[in-house]
């Protein structure tokens, strides 16, 4: 198994509501991350864990909160976001964390916030 | 501010061509370097990675870093109308062992 599995994959959500985006690999990679992308922009790097612990947050709004309840499985929950969070959201794994060859991403959640 | 940049484009060759796609690089502590490739509304696949001086060929594509030069590109020959994507030079940017920074991406048409 080689791949990086997401959903859903797409999602459409009200200010007020709760979601979770969830991420799923079996390939035994130990670093997870999620990346956040718009339209025409390059993947921006959201968070990063390392053997299931939170290593990165790049200061990301407390509206998205990971959470690593395993080494297989990525989850992004969301609750009171803003039409401007509306995107591409990728999750990728690597090996493990020196991203020596590079990330395997999974092919995305694309969210709507209305 | 540790930035990749890239001509957006877009970059249009026939088919059958060879097609050259470049990345230049601010941090001379950069270790590793990636190109994906991203087709309209999918996640990014990755194509080729590097981190030796020199040229990289994997079928019809060849990577070339130049570490002195900062500079990193991607070779496609023979050029295929499948090909047609945005390429994103990404790099592993020294001191950060997890994080890839991406550039803007060129995008590639090829004409048949």
């Known amino acids: 198994d080689t791949e990086v599995t997401q959903t859903p994959k797409h999602l459409v959500m009200g200010m007020t509501n709760k979601k979770s985006l969830k991420c799923e690999q079996h390939?035994?990679?130990?670093?997870m991350y999620w990346y956040k992308q718009k339209a025409k922009k390059p993947p921006e790097l959201m968070f990063v864990?390392?053997?299931?612990?939170?290593?990165i947050n790049e200061s990301v709004p407390s509206r998205f909160s990971p959470e690593c309840p395993n080494s297989s499985l990525l989850n992004l929950h969301l609750h009171a976001l803003q039409p401007e969070d509306s995107a591409l959201y990728l999750c990728?794994?690597?090996?493990?964390?020196?991203?020596?060859?590079?990330?395997?991403f999974g092919s995305g959640t694309r969210l709507t916030v209305v | 501010q540790k930035e990749v940049e890239q001509n957006s484009g877009p970059l249009s060759v026939p088919e059958g061509a060879i097609a050259s796609l470049n990345c230049t690089y601010s941090?001379?502590?950069?270790?590793?370097f990636f190109w994906y490739r991203q087709y309209s509304g999918k996640s990014p696949e990755l194509i080729m990675f590097?981190?030796?001086?020199g040229d990289k060929e994997d079928g019809r594509f060849t990577a070339q870093l130049n570490k002195a030069s900062q500079y990193v590109s991607l070779l496609i020959r023979d050029s295929q109308p499948s090909d047609s994507a945005t390429y994103l030079c990404?790099?592993?940017?020294?001191?950060?062992?997890?994080?890839?920074?991406f550039g803007k991406g060129t995008l590639l048409t090829v004409n048949p």
């Open positions: 990404a790099v592993r940017v020294g001191g950060s062992n997890y994080k890839l920074t």
């Open positions: 990728a794994s690597s090996p493990n964390d020196r991203v020596i060859s590079g990330y395997t």
């Open positions: 390939m035994g990679h130990r670093a």
């Open positions: 864990y390392s053997y299931e612990k939170l290593s």
């Open positions: 941090d001379r502590g950069s270790q590793s």
């Open positions: 590097i981190y030796s001086n």
